[in-house]
C-alpha cells in the first residue's frame, strides 16, 4: 500500500537532522534505547493523531470548500482575506489551543489556493506566528500555560491577566507586520472551478467525534478517545484513515527522544543547576535560548525544577515560540501541513525577527509593569 506522506518522509530534511541530530547526542549520553519510549509524550502523540483524523475527514467531505467560497466573496482584497485568518487564528487558539487552531486554519487555506490567487506558504507562516501569539493569553492556550497555570495557583482570570500586555503587544505587532506584507490588491479568482461537492453527513459525523473525542481528552482518555474516532471513521469513510499523513507523528517521536537525549548532556546539567541564582534579564535569555533547542514545552518542564512558576518565566517560554522551528511544536505542524519545502527556510525571514521584537518588547513591558 502506498502510505500518504511516506515519499515525503524520504525527503524531510527536518526528519533526516532529527536522526542525525539523535545519533550524534548518543555518542555523549548513555546510549538507553529501552528509554526512548518513555521519552516519547504519548498523550501528545495520541492528541496529535485524533486531530488528524478528524482534520482529513472535514477535508475529504468538501466543507473547507464550501466554507472557502464563502470567505473568498466576503473579502475583496489579498489583505483583508489575510488579516482575517490570521486574526482568526490568534483568537481561535486562545481557547482551542495552538495546535487545534492551526489544524482548523491551515487546511481553510490550502483549500482557499484552490478558489483564488494568495501567498499560500507566506499565509501559513503568519498563522503559525498568530497561534503562537494568540495562545500565550490563556491558561487553556497551550501545553506550557497549562503547566505553569497548574504550579502558579493563579485563577484563570488572575492568569489571563497576567499574559494580556505581552499577548496584545505581539498580536498587535502581528497584525501591523501583516498588513504590509499582503498588498491591497484585489482577489484573482481561477476560472473554471467547479461548484463545491461536498458531504453533511461526513461533516456532521466529524463534528460529533469531535466532541466525543474532546469529552475523553477532558477525563483523561485520549487513547479511548483516539480509537473511538478511528473506530467511526472506519465504519463511515475509511479513506479518512488512508489519508491521513500519519509520517508526522514519526516526526513529533523522533523530537521527543532528541530532546530526551540532549538534556542529559553534563554541560546542559551544569548550566540549569545554576538558573536559580540567574538574574531576571538572564532567567528571560535562558528561557528564550532553551526554547529555541528543545521547544519551549520541554523548557517549561525543566525550568520548573529550579524556578518558581512566575510571570517573567511564563512571558519567556512563550517568546520562545517564536524564532527557531524547534522553538514551538505549532511551528512544525504547521509547516508540515503545508507541503512546500520552501516554507521551511521562509519561516525563518518572519520568525526569527518576531522573537527578537517580542524578546525586546516583552521584556521591557515586563520591566514597567
Known amino acids: 500500500m502506498n502510505i500518504p506522506g511516506l515519499q515525503a518522509l524520504k525527503r524531510d530534511r527536518f526528519f533526516h537532522l532529527l536522526l542525525i541530530i539523535g545519533v550524534g547526542l548518543s555518542l555523549f549520553v548513555p546510549f538507553a534505547p529501552q528509554a526512548w519510549p518513555a521519552a516519547i509524550d504519548w498523550r501528545t502523540i495520541i492528541t496529535l493523531s485524533g486531530l488528524m483524523m478528524l482534520t482529513k475527514g472535514v477535508e475529504l467531505s468538501g466543507y473547507f470548500d464550501v466554507l472557502g467560497r464563502k470567505m473568498v466573496r466576503r473579502f475583496a482584497t489579498e489583505r483583508r482575506l489575510a488579516l482575517?485568518?490570521?486574526?482568526?487564528?490568534?483568537?481561535?487558539?486562545?481557547?482551542?489551543?495552538?495546535?487545534?487552531?492551526?489544524f482548523i486554519v491551515v487546511p481553510l487555506t490550502l483549500t482557499l489556493r484552490k478558489l483564488c490567487e494568495i501567498p499560500?506558504?507566506?499565509?501559513?507562516?503568519?498563522?503559525?506566528?498568530?497561534?503562537?501569539?494568540?495562545?500565550?493569553?490563556?491558561?487553556?492556550?497551550?501545553?506550557?500555560?497549562?503547566?505553569?497555570?497548574?504550579?502558579?495557583?493563579?485563577?484563570?482570570?488572575?492568569?489571563?491577566?497576567?499574559?494580556?500586555?505581552?499577548?496584545?503587544?505581539?498580536?498587535?505587532?502581528?497584525?501591523?507586520?501583516?498588513?504590509?506584507?499582503f498588498p491591497n490588491k484585489s482577489l484573482q479568482y481561477h476560472s473554471g472551478t467547479a461548484g463545491?461537492?461536498?458531504?453533511?453527513?461526513?461533516?456532521?459525523?466529524?463534528?460529533?467525534?469531535?466532541?466525543?473525542?474532546?469529552?475523553?481528552?477532558?477525563?483523561?482518555?485520549?487513547?479511548?478517545g483516539a480509537l473511538l474516532v478511528a473506530c467511526g471513521f472506519l465504519f463511515l469513510a475509511r479513506r479518512v484513515l488512508v489519508s491521513v499523513d500519519w509520517t508526522?507523528?514519526?516526526?513529533?517521536?523522533?523530537?521527543?527522544?532528541?530532546?530526551?537525549?540532549?538534556?542529559?548532556?553534563?554541560?546542559?546539567?551544569?548550566?540549569?543547576?545554576?538558573?536559580?541564582?540567574?538574574?531576571?534579564?538572564?532567567?528571560?535569555?535562558?528561557?528564550?535560548?532553551?526554547?529555541?533547542?528543545?521547544?519551549?514545552?520541554?523548557?517549561?518542564?525543566?525550568?520548573?525544577?529550579?524556578?518558581?512558576?512566575?510571570?517573567?518565566?511564563?512571558?519567556?517560554?512563550?517568546?520562545?515560540?517564536?524564532?527557531?522551528?524547534?522553538?514551538?511544536?505549532?511551528?512544525?505542524?504547521?509547516?508540515?501541513?503545508?507541503n512546500d519545502r520552501r516554507i521551511w527556510w521562509r519561516f525563518h525571514l518572519w520568525s526569527i525577527p518576531m522573537l527578537l521584537w517580542s524578546a525586546a518588547v516583552g521584556f521591557g513591558l515586563f520591566l514597567l509593569i
Open 196 to 224: 463545491p461537492q461536498w458531504q453533511p453527513r461526513l461533516v456532521w459525523s466529524c463534528l460529533g467525534l469531535y466532541i466525543v473525542f474532546l469529552t475523553a481528552l477532558e477525563l483523561n482518555q485520549a487513547l479511548a
Open 84 to 102: 482575517f485568518m490570521v486574526f482568526s487564528a490568534a483568537l481561535l487558539s486562545t481557547f482551542l489551543t495552538n495546535d487545534v487552531a492551526l
Open 120 to 181: 499560500v506558504t507566506r499565509l501559513i507562516i503568519f498563522e503559525a506566528l498568530a497561534v503562537n501569539a494568540g495562545s500565550l493569553l490563556t491558561p487553556i492556550g497551550n501545553p506550557q500555560n497549562i503547566l505553569l497555570w497548574g504550579r502558579s495557583g493563579l485563577s484563570f482570570t488572575a492568569f489571563t491577566w497576567q499574559m494580556a500586555p505581552l499577548a496584545l503587544a505581539i498580536v498587535l505587532t502581528l497584525l501591523v507586520v501583516c498588513w504590509f506584507a
Open 248 to 338: 508526522l507523528l514519526l516526526v513529533f517521536m523522533a523530537m521527543f527522544i532528541d530532546v530526551h537525549l540532549l538534556i542529559q548532556l553534563p554541560v546542559l546539567q551544569s548550566v540549569l543547576h545554576g538558573v536559580s541564582g540567574l538574574s531576571q534579564a538572564g532567567l528571560w535569555l535562558t528561557a528564550i535560548g532553551l526554547s529555541q533547542v528543545i521547544s519551549n514545552v520541554p523548557s517549561t518542564i525543566l525550568l520548573l525544577n529550579y524556578v518558581p512558576p512566575t510571570a517573567l518565566l511564563a512571558w519567556a517560554v512563550n517568546v520562545g515560540g517564536f524564532g527557531l522551528l524547534p522553538g514551538s511544536l505549532a511551528n512544525l505542524i504547521a509547516l508540515r501541513m503545508a
